[in-house]
């Protein structure tokens, strides 16, 4: 029943994502400032940016004017000296800000230091010219972050309470999350790292997992929220690997990759900086592979949005939406599918790491 409850629950935000794509897309289409690919590009373009407010929807009213529905969020600046404002003195980019006599302004999405008046200049390679303060402001992604920080510190606390209560028995939604944990530790960190050391690396392997797939599944709700599509969070995600694989490695490992066994001592030192490039090379794709997966999966879904404004029919519009939300379930499946390859891949990097001289 829970599980059926699930996929019902699923499904009605699907509905509301093509719903509310749908109509946002429309609203620009209207102003007819710009052809429609122009209008949809913006979109898409918009959908996958970060923000330094967390916007909903906006719509275009009788006036002419843009209507924004969400919220500011914190702008934090280091700028001869700290400056802490609300993003609402931005109006959406529209204004400049102006804080302890200093004068910023969002430009391409970036903040840069201007004048009273916002100019912006530029160099010989037209590139912006201004320069830019520190930026530590609270994003629209880093609250997705500790959104999901913070449901998952409740969730799992409450699963360990719910089985020290019940002799090792979960209820509620543990009984959903049980199986996976176990899937996790039995045929993920077990077979890749080995049963007398997988229990150090189960902490991460499980965090790694469920916020990966809940941060995926969140950039599937109307929110326009694109977490993994940002390379930053991916390359911290990789380079926590890397750490952990680099500060838990055994001296044989770090012995195979600078003085390998069974191979002539000639070709040794020339082998040697390959297998360190490799060392490097792995948590890479791990970073490339989340943020390319996940950031092509929501250009191709607003892509096939965008196409029923182009289309304009009765057959080519409805045929869109079926297609995009038949993507949106395959998305479903690949927003778990991505949790599970960097964990996997994660764990066989630190069993290859961690395992010793008289294993092999």
Request: proline share 4%; glycine share 6%.
């Amino acid at each position: 029943m829970q599980i059926r409850n699930l996929v019902t629950t699923l499904t009605l935000v699907l509905f509301f994502t093509c719903f509310s794509a749908f109509s946002s897309t429309k609203d620009e289409v209207k102003e007819g400032k710009s052809d429609i690919k122009t209008e949809i590009k913006e979109f898409i373009q918009h959908h996958l940016k970060d923000s330094y407010d967390f916007g909903i929807t906006a719509w275009k009213a009788e006036d002419g004017t843009t209507k924004h529905f969400g919220f500011p969020l914190p702008i934090i600046l280091i700028d001869e000296g700290v400056h802490v404002f609300m993003s609402s003195k931005f109006h959406h980019g529209e204004t400049v800000a102006e804080s302890k006599g200093k004068f910023f302004k969002v430009y391409h999405s970036k903040i840069y230091s201007t004048d009273a008046a916002g100019t912006i200049t530029y160099d010989d390679k037209h590139h912006v010219a201004n320069s830019k303060p520190f930026d530590f402001s609270i994003t629209k992604n880093v609250v997705a972050i500790l959104f999901i920080a913070i449901m998952m510190l409740l969730l799992f606390t409450n699963l360990a309470k719910s089985y020290a209560k019940n002799n090792g028995v979960p209820t509620g939604m543990g009984r959903f999350f049980e199986p996976i944990i176990i899937y996790i530790r039995d045929d993920i960190a077990i077979p890749n790292i080995g049963e007398k050391r997988y229990k150090k690396y189960m902490s991460f392997l499980l965090t790694v997992f469920f916020f990966i797939w809940f941060v995926n599944l969140l950039g599937l709700t109307p929110l326009g929220v694109n977490v993994t599509g940002n390379i930053a969070v991916t390359f911290a995600l990789a380079l926590t690997t890397y750490l952990i694989t680099t500060f838990t490695a055994t001296k044989d490992y770090w012995k195979h990759i600078f003085w390998m066994p069974g191979v002539p001592k000639a070709m040794r030192p020339i082998l040697a900086p390959i297998e360190l490039l490799g060392t490097v090379i792995k948590p890479f794709s791990l970073m490339i592979r989340l943020y390319a997966n996940m950031t092509a999966g929501h250009i191709v879904l607003m892509s096939i949005i965008g196409l029923m404004f182009i289309f304009k029919s009765w057959i080519g519009s409805p045929l869109s939406f079926g297609l995009a939300f038949g993507l949106m379930l395959l998305e479903l499946l690949v927003a778990a599918l991505q949790a599970y390859i960097f964990t996997m891949l994660s764990a066989l990097y630190f069993g290859s790491a961690s395992e010793e001289h008289d294993e092999h």
